[in-house]
Protein backbone atom coordinates (compact mmCIF):
# COMPACT_ATOMS: atom_id res chain seq x y z
CA UNK A 1 0.00 0.00 0.00
CA UNK A 2 1.10 3.28 -0.09
CA UNK A 3 0.36 6.34 1.55
CA UNK A 4 -2.28 8.19 0.64
CA UNK A 5 -0.33 12.35 1.28
CA UNK A 6 1.78 10.83 -1.35
CA UNK A 7 0.63 11.46 -5.24
CA UNK A 8 1.74 10.26 -8.11
CA UNK A 9 5.66 10.74 -8.14
CA UNK A 10 5.70 13.64 -6.02
CA UNK A 11 5.83 12.46 -2.49
CA UNK A 12 6.49 14.60 0.85
CA UNK A 13 8.46 17.15 -1.42
CA UNK A 14 5.81 18.26 -3.58
CA UNK A 15 3.50 18.98 -0.66
CA UNK A 16 5.83 21.65 0.81
CA UNK A 17 6.31 23.19 -2.75
CA UNK A 18 10.17 21.79 -2.93
CA UNK A 19 11.32 20.73 -6.41
CA UNK A 20 13.86 19.01 -5.42
CA UNK A 21 15.68 17.18 -2.21
CA UNK A 22 18.02 20.65 -2.60
CA UNK A 23 15.26 22.84 -2.38
CA UNK A 24 13.85 20.95 0.62
CA UNK A 25 16.85 20.97 2.78
CA UNK A 26 17.07 24.62 2.07
CA UNK A 27 13.70 25.66 3.21
CA UNK A 28 14.06 23.56 6.06
CA UNK A 29 17.50 25.19 6.92
CA UNK A 30 15.32 28.68 6.57
CA UNK A 31 12.80 27.32 8.75
CA UNK A 32 14.96 26.40 11.35
CA UNK A 33 17.10 29.80 11.41
CA UNK A 34 13.29 31.51 11.77
CA UNK A 35 12.07 29.42 14.22
CA UNK A 36 15.54 29.86 16.03
CA UNK A 37 14.98 33.96 15.87
CA UNK A 38 11.77 33.55 17.39
CA UNK A 39 12.63 31.43 20.07
CA UNK A 40 15.16 33.86 20.64
CA UNK A 41 12.53 36.75 20.56
CA UNK A 42 10.45 34.68 23.06
CA UNK A 43 13.37 33.64 25.85
CA UNK A 44 14.01 37.48 25.31
CA UNK A 45 10.71 38.52 26.42
CA UNK A 46 10.30 36.10 28.96
CA UNK A 47 13.54 37.22 30.55
CA UNK A 48 11.74 39.83 32.77
CA UNK A 49 14.85 39.58 35.00
CA UNK A 50 17.21 40.57 32.72
CA UNK A 51 14.91 43.13 30.78
CA UNK A 52 14.26 45.01 33.92
CA UNK A 53 18.30 45.47 34.45
CA UNK A 54 18.59 47.09 30.92
CA UNK A 55 15.67 49.45 31.80
CA UNK A 56 17.11 50.32 35.55
CA UNK A 57 20.87 50.99 33.57
CA UNK A 58 18.85 52.67 31.29
CA UNK A 59 17.54 55.09 33.71
CA UNK A 60 20.75 55.44 35.55
CA UNK A 61 22.48 56.62 32.43
CA UNK A 62 19.30 58.96 31.59
CA UNK A 63 19.08 60.26 35.55
CA UNK A 64 23.44 60.93 35.61
CA UNK A 65 23.14 62.82 31.81
CA UNK A 66 19.99 64.50 33.72
CA UNK A 67 21.98 65.64 37.27
CA UNK A 68 25.31 66.78 35.18
CA UNK A 69 22.70 69.26 33.11
CA UNK A 70 21.07 70.29 36.61
CA UNK A 71 24.58 71.10 38.36
CA UNK A 72 25.70 72.82 34.86
CA UNK A 73 22.17 75.26 34.79
CA UNK A 74 22.90 75.38 38.37
CA UNK A 75 26.02 76.67 38.35
CA UNK A 76 25.33 78.74 35.68
CA UNK A 77 22.20 80.48 37.68
CA UNK A 78 24.89 81.22 40.54
CA UNK A 79 27.41 82.60 38.35
CA UNK A 80 24.66 84.92 36.75
CA UNK A 81 23.81 85.96 40.69
CA UNK A 82 27.04 86.25 41.77
CA UNK A 83 27.63 89.36 38.92
CA UNK A 84 24.27 90.86 39.50
CA UNK A 85 24.93 90.48 43.28
CA UNK A 86 28.33 92.65 42.14
CA UNK A 87 26.78 95.07 39.80
CA UNK A 88 24.60 95.59 42.94
CA UNK A 89 27.25 96.01 45.28
CA UNK A 90 29.11 97.98 43.17
CA UNK A 91 26.01 100.34 42.44
CA UNK A 92 24.92 100.91 46.19
CA UNK A 93 28.64 102.21 46.98
CA UNK A 94 28.45 104.03 44.30
CA UNK A 95 25.12 106.19 45.16
CA UNK A 96 25.04 106.11 48.87
CA UNK A 97 28.64 106.85 49.15
CA UNK A 98 27.66 110.75 49.15
CA UNK A 99 25.36 110.80 51.32
CA UNK A 100 26.30 108.83 53.96
CA UNK A 101 29.90 110.06 54.27
CA UNK A 102 28.41 113.90 54.51
CA UNK A 103 26.74 112.51 57.42
CA UNK A 104 29.46 111.24 58.93
CA UNK A 105 31.65 114.32 58.58
CA UNK A 106 28.95 116.15 59.92
CA UNK A 107 29.01 113.74 62.69
CA UNK A 108 32.43 114.05 63.47
CA UNK A 109 32.67 117.90 63.16
CA UNK A 110 29.71 118.36 65.55
CA UNK A 111 29.85 115.36 67.97
CA UNK A 112 27.84 116.93 70.46
CA UNK A 113 24.50 116.93 68.76
CA UNK A 114 25.17 113.14 68.39
CA UNK A 115 25.87 112.40 72.40
CA UNK A 116 23.09 113.84 73.26
CA UNK A 117 20.37 112.33 71.28
CA UNK A 118 22.35 108.99 71.97
CA UNK A 119 22.20 110.08 75.67
CA UNK A 120 18.66 110.95 75.29
CA UNK A 121 17.94 107.24 73.81
CA UNK A 122 19.86 105.93 76.23
CA UNK A 123 17.89 107.52 78.65
CA UNK A 124 14.23 106.65 77.26
CA UNK A 125 15.26 102.71 77.16
CA UNK A 126 16.66 102.49 80.98
CA UNK A 127 12.98 104.47 81.37
CA UNK A 128 11.04 101.72 79.51
CA UNK A 129 13.07 98.81 81.01
CA UNK A 130 12.89 100.15 84.75
CA UNK A 131 8.63 100.85 84.09
CA UNK A 132 8.08 97.53 82.40
CA UNK A 133 9.94 95.54 85.31
CA UNK A 134 7.88 97.51 88.21
CA UNK A 135 5.28 96.60 86.07
CA UNK A 136 6.07 93.01 86.13
CA UNK A 137 6.28 92.68 90.59
CA UNK A 138 3.30 94.55 90.94
CA UNK A 139 1.74 91.98 89.28
Do not use: F, N, W, Y
Not at 41 to 64: F, N, S, Y
Not at 77 to 95: F, I
Request: proline share 3%; charged share 30%.
Amino acid sequence: MTDSRQGAGGGAARALGAKGPDELREQIERTRSRLGDTVEELAAKADVKGRTRARAADLRDRAGAMGVQLRSGAAQAGHRAEERAARALRHTRHSASGPVSDAARACRRHPRPLLLVGAAGVAVLTAGLLRRRRRAHIC
